[in-house]
Antibody, heavy 119, light 109 residues
Framework: EVQLMESGGGLVQPGGSLRLSCAASGFTFSDYWMTWVRQAPGKGLEWVVNINEDGSEKTYVDSVKGRFTISRDNAKNSLYLQLNSLGVEDTAVYYC????????????WGQGTLVSVSS | QTVVTQEPSLTVSPGGTVTLTCASNTGAVTSSHFPNWFQQKPGQAPRSLIYSTSHKHSWTPARFSGSLLGGKAALTLAGVQPEDEADYYCLLDSGGVWVFGGGTNLIVL
């Protein structure tokens, strides 16, 4: 059974940092590219970043470039998102999702982890 | 910057058929945008329904179908069930950059 489990969310002050993790199981992690999507409270979905199978290609939404960094450890079946210089606008539930094998898209999603940025 | 537009809200009767659309401000949506559709119910994570315009996942009910219609991506629900009441989001790939639509709140009434 494919499972994705996010962790690392919490309350942080503006300007602070957090590192989110996504633990994957039930599939060969290194065969799939992965993505992070976020959702602010009461708002719609916002794509954040994609990473390819070996971590050599990363694509970010403009609003997080230079502040967020995606990475993966295929030996640990884990995906990460380093969040720096956080602002109140980054408050959201952050979801990790698995990419489809052959075409742009996703299939399995985690349950999300909440990041709250507030003083 | 690509802006993706969906109907904010639609209402459908149980057993009826409804089509949700997904438009881009840059022009016609084509198969090269690889449209995806997602369903999200209150308090739950999104669930992928359709990828690459019309491909279904193993869990996608047969009553859901994706297509291109009049320059937009479309999600059609035929024989709507009460449990289909949810928010639906489309996603377009614009040269590797993904953009979600604002979502459609589907009411089954």
């Amino acid at each position: 059974e494919v499972q994705l489990m996010e962790s690392g969310g919490g309350l942080v002050q503006p300007g602070g940092s957090l590192r989110l993790s996504c633990a994957a199981s039930g599939f060969t992690f290194s065969d799939y590219w992965m993505t992070w999507v976020r959702q602010a409270p009461g708002k719609g979905l916002e794509w954040v970043v994609n990473i390819n199978e070996d971590g050599s290609e990363k694509t970010y939404v403009d609003s997080v470039k230079g502040r967020f960094t995606i990475s993966r450890d295929n030996a640990k079946n884990s995906l990460y998102l380093q969040l720096n210089s956080l602002g109140v606008e980054d408050t959201a539930v952050y979801y990790c999702a698995r990419g489809t094998v052959t075409l742009p898209g996703t299939d399995y999603w985690g349950q999300g982890t909440l990041v709250s940025v507030s003083s | 910057q690509t802006v993706v537009t969906q109907e904010p809200s639609l209402t459908v009767s149980p057993g009826g058929t409804v089509t949700l659309t997904c438009a881009s401000n840059t022009g016609a949506v084509t198969s090269s945008h690889f449209p995806n559709w997602f369903q999200q119910k209150p308090g739950q994570a999104p669930r992928s329904l359709i990828y690459s315009t019309s491909h279904k996942h193993s869990w996608t009910p047969a009553r859901f179908s994706g297509s291109l219609l009049g320059g937009k991506a479309a999600l059609t629900l035929a024989g709507v069930q009460p449990e289909d009441e949810a928010d639906y989001y489309c996603l377009l790939d614009s040269g590797g950059v993904w953009v979600f639509g604002g979502g459609t709140n589907l009411i089954v009434l």
